[in-house]
């Protein structure tokens, strides 16, 4: 069985930065891209990042361009998003998910192409 599970989240001031981690059981994980989705009180679902099953490609939403950084380590089976300079408009649980092969999504935002998905973390940036 598939399992996604977030970790790394936190209460931050603004301008700060945070790790966070999905970590990924009951397949192999290389086999599978793997995205970062934000979603903030009554708002949507948003794309964050994105990162093919080799971590060769990688894709950010422009919101985070410059500032999040998406990364795969295979050989523990963890994807990472690096945060820096925080701001309170990046507040949002924090969820990641996988599509069924290793290939960056040609349109990565679309969430009904992302199979497995994690329970999330909240992220808080507050001074």
């Known amino acids: 069985q598939v399992q996604l599970v977030e970790s790394g989240g936190g209460l931050v001031q603004p301008g700060a930065s945070l790790r966070l981690s999905c970590g990924a059981s009951g397949y192999t994980f290389s086999n599978y891209a793997v995205a970062w989705f934000r979603q903030a009180p009554g708002k949507e679902r948003e794309f964050v990042s994105a990162?093919?099953?080799?971590?060769?490609?990688?894709y950010h939403a422009d919101s985070v361009k410059g500032r999040f950084t998406i990364s795969r380590d295979n050989a523990k089976n963890t994807v990472y998003l690096s945060m820096n300079s925080l701001n309170p408009a990046d507040t949002a649980v924090y969820y990641c998910?996988?599509?069924?092969?290793?290939?960056?999504?040609?349109?990565?935002?679309?969430?009904?192409?992302?199979?497995?998905w994690g329970q999330g973390t909240q992220v808080t940036i507050s001074s």
């Open positions: 998910a996988a599509v069924t092969n290793p290939y960056l999504p040609t349109s990565p935002e679309h969430l009904v192409q992302y199979r497995y």
């Open positions: 990162i093919s099953g080799s971590g060769g490609s990688t």
